[in-house]
Every structure is written in C-alpha cells, then in structure tokens.
Nanobody, 123 residues
Framework: QLQLVESGGGLVQPGGSLRLSCAAP????????LGWFRQAPGKEREGVSC????????KYLDSVKGRFTISRDNAKNTVYLQMNNLKPEDTGRYFCAAAFGFYYCSVYEFNYWGQGTQVTVSS
C-alpha cells in the first residue's frame, strides 16, 4: 500500500529545533524520490527539500539552506527532516511526498502525498 505517514510536528519557539519523520513502507523501490513540502495559510504549497533514494542527491529551498537537513533510512523506508534555528516564517503544514525522481523539488513532480503534520514557530 502506497502510504506516507508524517510525524514530529509541534509548537516550538524561534531558534528551536524539530525533526520530522515520514514513514513510507510501500515505497521500497530505489526509483522513488521523497520530499518535504510545506503550506502556510493563504499560500501555495512549496518544496522544502527533496532526496533521491538511489544516489542521495538532495535539493533545498534557499530559505532553509544551512538550517534544514533531509536524510533517509532506506532500510526503514523513512525520510527525515531535521529543522534547526526555526523561524516564524517556517510555520505551516509539512507534507511528505513521493515521486519517480525529481528535478526541481516541485509539487508538480510528486504523485503521492501524506496528510501532513503541523509546525508552528512562535514565542
């Protein structure tokens, strides 16, 4: 079953950290890429970071470079997003998604989506 289940969201103060996890038990093939996307109220969903399973190639949104790190555990079919030095503008619902590869880390490249987990950065 092609299901993606996110966890790890919550409320955190500016400067704090969170680690998001996405379990993808049905995505066992190396052809799949996994990505993290976010959507704030009134805004379009945007790609935060993506990773290819086969070669580990990654891509990041400019505003999160140096603060966020995407990683994967292929044995567990799980992808993580470590988020450090969080800012209020990082607030949004974070979604995990899967695709047959990516180039831009764009929502238009991804076919399978989880339900999302809420991240709120506020003092």
């Amino acid at each position: 079953q092609l299901q993606l289940v996110e966890s790890g969201g919550g409320l955190v103060q500016p400067g704090g950290s969170l680690r998001l996890s996405c379990a993808a038990p049905g995505f066992t093939s190396d052809v799949y890429a996994l990505g993290w996307f976010r959507q704030a109220p009134g805004k379009e969903r945007e790609g935060v970071s993506c990773i290819n399973k086969r070669d580990g190639d990654t891509k990041y949104l400019d505003s999160v470079k140096g603060r966020f790190t995407i990683s994967r555990d292929n044995a567990k079919n799980t992808v993580y997003l470590q988020m450090n030095n969080l800012k209020p503008e990082d607030t949004g619902r974070y979604f995990c998604a899967a695709a047959f590869g990516f180039y831009y880390c764009s929502v238009y490249e991804f076919n399978y989506w989880g339900q999302g987990t809420q991240v709120t950065v506020s003092s």
